[in-house]
């Protein structure tokens, strides 16, 4: 008891002693708001990156379904078994996404969506076997197999949106929660702050008037720290003293504040990071979208020149394979990279050299354009050729007597205006507001319009940048909108 009592005394009667008492009462309470600020950290981190994943898997396993229908209904048409092994390997891989989703799954109500789409797919591709196996037995039976399978192939992609949908509802809820709990980890931390500023500020009083005049440095650099320079610091004296102590115990609390500050500009730099990962999921969408129309057009092309050949005019056949040789040099350029207006603009020539030859006096070709527009404006690969095909095969080829074909570019404002007109057969209204129905709704009517259509909207960022207007048996409109940019107004 008087060891106690002589301690005790010891301690009132020594500044030192009660001030390293304080500090170190401010370090444990310092350290303790460190490893609950970074374990809350760690946690919002985690959660953040498994929605991430999900968002991944999900699109990644949306992306094999409808991979696997193309495949499979290519197969179909051609019989080509290399295509057959591309959709058996785009099963397994989807397989392995459904898997992985499995694990990920926290909830009852992702479970049972995960669960129908798993027994729809084994479904799809069972359907899919049995009529791959019809069908190499030339069993005509095969085409219902193939229907069905269509139909739940239907089926999976409306459960994989529902799927995501139910994943994004979620993610609002858990980010509203997280929100919640960085404003109450925030107060926390500016009440402990405060706490720590008012403890300081008391301590830093009572040193003025128990401490000589060495400590008055002490007290200005604290000062300066109260005002936000994080680089205030002392000079230590020598000696186990009084006055060192507290220099060193001052220094290592304005370093420690400032990593706490350099760890919250860390996390701005990781948020920016994520921002930079959604424009790469953009860009990954137009890359996709721009390998789609491809296929399509080539069909269509090599089938215009069997036509020619079956007529007996192989002096155009060649011809038009050298024009579709320039077609598909100009494809062969990275799909990423956007084309000139001149490019496209030259690129649509040379299809239209194809169909001209093919149609002869059925198609007039009027093409007009200031030679100065085309290298003003970018737009994406294969933009312009694909709607002049739809004009010439769905609006000038099934008239008799043919028609006349308009490719028109110009000025407009801050914009550039491409017009594809033709009077041909025309579209009927009820199509027609079908059409422009599913395009703002993004339900694509045909791979052609919509992909164009979805291509522009990614690249110009703006929903109307493609028009269509149609009359029944007087033709068809359609006009692209491209920005021109400052330095061309």
């Known amino acids: 008891m008087k060891k106690l009592t002589f301690w005790w005394k010891q301690f009132c009667f020594s500044v030192g002693a009660q001030i390293n008492a304080v500090l170190l009462l401010m370090l444990i309470l310092f350290l303790s708001f460190s490893i609950y600020n970074h374990s809350l950290f760690n946690q919002f981190n985690a959660r953040y990156q ?28 051609t019989g080509n078994r290399t295509t057959l092994a591309e959709f058996n390997d785009t099963y397994e891989k989807a397989r392995s996404v459904i898997d992985i989703l499995y694990t990920e799954s926290t909830n009852e109500e992702s479970w049972y969506l995960l669960r129908g789409i798993d027994q729809s797919f084994e479904s799809y591709y069972s359907e899919c076997c049995n009529a791959s196996f019809l069908y190499n037995g030339s069993d005509y039976r095969y085409y ?16 994989t949106n529902e799927l995501l949908q139910y994943a994004l509802e979620s993610s609002v809820d858990s980010n509203r929660e997280l929100t919640y709990r960085r404003k109450v980890m925030t107060a926390f931390n ?60 001052f220094n290592h609390m304005a370093f420690s504040l400032k990593e706490k ?88 020539e040379e299809y239209l050299k194809i169909q001209k030859m093919r149609f002869s006096s059925r198609l007039n070709v009027d093409v007009r354009h200031d030679r100065k527009l085309e290298q003003a404006v970018t737009l994406p690969r294969f933009t312009l050729q694909p709607l002049v095909e739809n004009a010439v095969i769905h609006g000038l080829e099934p008239k008799e007597e043919g028609g006349t074909l308009i490719l028109d570019v110009r000025k407009t404002g801050n914009y550039i205006r491409i017009r594809i007109c033709d009077n041909g057969m ?7 507001e079908r059409i422009r129905r599913r395009l703002s709704e993004k339900q694509p009517e045909r791979i052609g319009v919509w992909n164009i259509w979805q291509r522009l909207s990614l690249y110009t960022g703006r929903d109307d940048s493609l028009k269509i207007m149609s009359k029944k048996g007087a033709g068809t409109i359609v006009s692209i909108y491209l920005h021109r940019g400052e330095e061309d107004v």
């Open 426 to 432: 025309g579209i009927e209204k009820e199509r027609l």
């Open 50 to 77: 498994k929605e991430i994943d999900q968002y991944y898997s999900i699109l990644e396993l949306k992306n094999h379904f409808l991979q696997s229908g193309i495949l499979f209904e290519e197969y179909m048409k």
């Open 144 to 159: 219902d197999s193939f229907y069905y399978s269509q139909t739940i192939g239907g089926y999976l992609e409306k459960y």
């Open 261 to 348: 500050i350099e760890s919250e500009k860390q996390l701005l730099v990781e948020q920016r990071k994520n921002e930079e990962y959604e424009k790469l999921l953009s860009q990954a969408r137009f890359l996709a979208l721009q390998s789609q129309i491809n296929p399509h057009f080539l069909f269509n092309t090599l089938n215009s020149i069997n036509r020619t050949v079956m007529l007996g005019r192989r002096e155009q056949a060649l011809t038009m394979l050298d024009s579709l040789s320039v077609l598909l040099r100009y494809n062969l350029a990275d799909a990423q990279m956007p084309a000139l207006l001149g490019e496209e603009l030259g690129i649509t």
């Open 190 to 249: 500016m009440g402990a702050v405060a706490a720590a500023c008012v403890l300081i500020a008391a301590s830093a009083s009572y040193i003025f008037v128990r401490v000589t005049r060495p400590l008055n440095e002490l007290k200005k650099q604290v000062e300066e720290i109260g005002r936000g320079n994080l680089d205030a610091h002392v000079k230590e004296s020598s000696g186990e003293n009084t006055v060192s102590m507290l220099s060193r115990a």
